[in-house]
């Protein structure tokens, strides 16, 4: 383990020594520091805590919020609500998918480029279907257009990260 990470664990350990039955907001703490829960930094959590790693995962995997693995470096949002679902929304996000190379159950890219959400409805019906990369709203979105701008913004792995 890196002591850059080392330092941040302590740090969070100093926060939540004295409430170690708090998993839940420990966990959320991890998240908003790394941008995702490292499984070594359960592991550690869990020695010096005294808990169960088995309590540790069985909060994440409750909660869709958490995730195990970094997110991609854009965030590609795909909206399948009614409006969207009618004008070929779910077909955009499996044309996404299949850009992406993502296999059933990932939401990430392997080049950690791209994290493909889906979205209910995001209130922009009239221009649907609707995509939002980052946080720029696309309409009238085809799959053409959507394979264009994950082509636009894949970007390779920065150096040390994969
Ligand atoms: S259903 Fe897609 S924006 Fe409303």
């Known amino acids: 383990m890196e002591q850059e990470m080392i330092e941040a664990l302590n740090l969070l350990l100093g926060r939540h020594r004295s409430r170690r039955e708090n998993v839940l907001w420990l966990l959320q703490d991890i998240q908003t520091h790394f941008g995702y829960i490292p499984e070594e ?3 550690w959590f ?5 808990i169960p790693t088995s309590r540790f995962f ?10 195990m693995r970094p997110a991609g470096r854009n965030t590609l949002t ?7 679902h009618i004008k070929g929304g779910r077909g955009l996000l499996e044309t996404a998918r299949n850009s992406l190379g993502l296999p059933p159950g990932e939401d990430t890219s392997s080049d950690l480029s791209f994290t493909l959400q889906e979205a209910t409805c995001i209130g922009a019906c009239n221009i649907a279907p609707v995509a939002i990369l980052n946080d720029r709203v696309y309409g009238d979105v085809d799959p053409r257009k959507i394979s264009a701008l994950i082509e636009e913004h894949r970007s390779p792995a920065p ?3 994969t």
């Open 78 to 84: 795909v909206c399948c609500g009614a409006a969207c």
């Open 46 to 50: 869990a020695e010096r805590l005294d």
């Open 41 to 43: 930094a359960v592991d």
């Open 159 to 161: 150096e040390g990260e």
């Open 58 to 67: 069985g909060v994440i995997t409750f909660y869709p919020k958490f995730r």
